[in-house]
């Protein structure tokens, strides 16, 4: 995640609007931290230990520095010991009594509502699963969950910089529909943007999955 800050920080692309990192050191040993999740029913595996990063949160939000260019992005990312303590308010987002239960079982992984979207990325904790459900809430589309892991997330922020909808690419929707218009101008932005400014990035298997989602 500091790669990603880094990058957005140092482009003249970019207009950084907000950045904040929160509480914690590289100098804190997350073996203790792991050790208790594993005794309290979660035990992670060594795929998800291993992109931990030992601050509470990250945080960004960005435009593009020519206003011209309709592309905005942000994150608020927590690390995985954090996000399974803060639990998602169910009140705000459930839409229906059947989706409550569900809703009750998920934590905040990224909030991102500081450009006033509303949405959130959530981690679904379950007793014994070694790698928690990743899934996507807005309150235009209620939720979907993601072909992601938690690593995945991160390494996939890194690439996409929090461009606004950029989650939709891992979930089961139809990109295509009107109700998603402004999602997709904001991926086919990214898709015409980035890749020339941060060309060590493949963006290949994200345009693959926005034409399998039109």
Known sequence: MSQALREVRES????VMYEEVGPGGP??????????????GFPLSERL???YFP???KALHWRAADHDVPLFGEFNVMNIDSSSEVRLPVKDFAWEKSDEKL????????DISRGGGGQLATMRFLPGVSSPEIWFL???????????DYRDYLDNLVITKGVTGWQYLFADVPLGAREYDSTLESLRAMLQVLPDHFPD???EPLAARLEARL
Do not use: N, Q, W
């Open 12 to 15: 003249p692309f970019f207009e």
């Open 27 to 40: 100098e804190k040993d997350p073996t203790g931290i792991f050790e208790l999740m594993a005794e309290e």
């Open 49 to 51: 230990k291993e992109a």
């Open 55 to 57: 601050y509470r949160y």
């Open 103 to 110: 809703l009750s079982e998920l934590s905040i992984l990224d």
């Open 138 to 148: 807005d309150r235009f589309h209620t939720f979907v969950r993601l072909d992601l």
């Open 201 to 203: 990035y493949d963006y």
